[in-house]
């Protein structure tokens, strides 16, 4: 079945730098790359999703890059704010087409002011 | 106002008991999951079902139980064969169609086994 392998686990920045967090998965149907972004305490809330059709996509201070050959996605964060502080998850629906998504392990980011 | 509602949000229980956690969907979402998180690990699939009256196991069922009898329900029952049931359980729906769509979460429960 599908894998994901998100890293780094824990990304510490400086306000007003950059964040990346990379992700790679392993069944090459996959098709649907969410980003899931979760505040301590609260429901994980999608902020960028991309399909294998699209090589990048952006939304304001977040983007996301797909590299199908490498099968390889990652998320940036520019200009990054004191409210981005979250753990954010990568996933992937696989070759299921079932609906369900597999996650990544989880990116901790921590913006200091 | 619309969304995935779970309870209760906290539950302690004694080890060797059966739990029921709830969830209710008003989306009419045909597709429903439930995910267990913990620390490091990320989310990972219990259960999901597709449609009324049936399901399928995810990647950790063992000792977990569901049913889908009506479309805007889906409890997840924590029994006592599971044998590390402390974790923070998510349930989630998304629609069914041709490309696979955003997941909705509910707000989660902490269920901690004393």
């Known amino acids: 079945g599908e894998n994901v392998e998100q890293h780094p686990s824990t990304l510490s920045v400086q306000e007003g730098d950059s964040a990346v967090i990379k992700c790679t998965y392993s069944?090459?149907?996959?098709?649907?790359f969410p980003w899931y972004k979760q505040e301590l305490g609260k429901r994980p809330q999608l902020i960028i999703d991309?399909?294998?059709?699209?090589g990048e996509k952006k939304d304001q201070r977040i983007a996301v890059t797909l590299n199908k050959t490498a099968k390889h996605f990652s998320l940036h964060i520019t200009e990054t704010q004191p409210e981005d502080s979250a753990v954010y998850f990568c996933?992937?629906?696989?070759?299921?087409?079932?609906?369900?998504?597999?996650f990544g392990q989880g990116t901790t980011l921590q913006v200091k002011p | 106002d619309g969304g995935i509602t779970q309870s209760p949000k906290y539950l302690f229980r004694k080890e060797g008991q059966n739990v029921t956690l709830s969830c209710e969907q008003n989306?009419?979402?045909?597709?429903m999951y439930w995910y267990r998180q913990d620390p490091g690990q990320g989310l990972r699939l219990i259960y999901y079902?597709?449609?009324?009256?049936?399901?399928q196991k995810g990647d950790i069922a063992e000792g977990y139980s569901v049913s889908r009898e009506k479309k805007e329900s889906f409890p997840l029952t924590v029994t006592s064969a599971q044998k590390n049931p402390t974790a923070f359980y998510l349930c989630a729906s998304n629609r069914q169609g041709m490309n696979t769509g955003e997941l909705f979460f509910g707000e989660g429960s902490r269920l901690t086994v004393l």
């Open positions: 069944d090459s149907a996959s098709n649907y």
């Open positions: 079902s597709q449609i009324v009256n049936d399901f």
């Open positions: 991309i399909r294998s059709n699209v």
């Open positions: 996933a992937s629906d696989g070759s299921s087409n079932t609906g369900k998504l597999i």
């Open positions: 989306l009419n979402h045909d597709a």
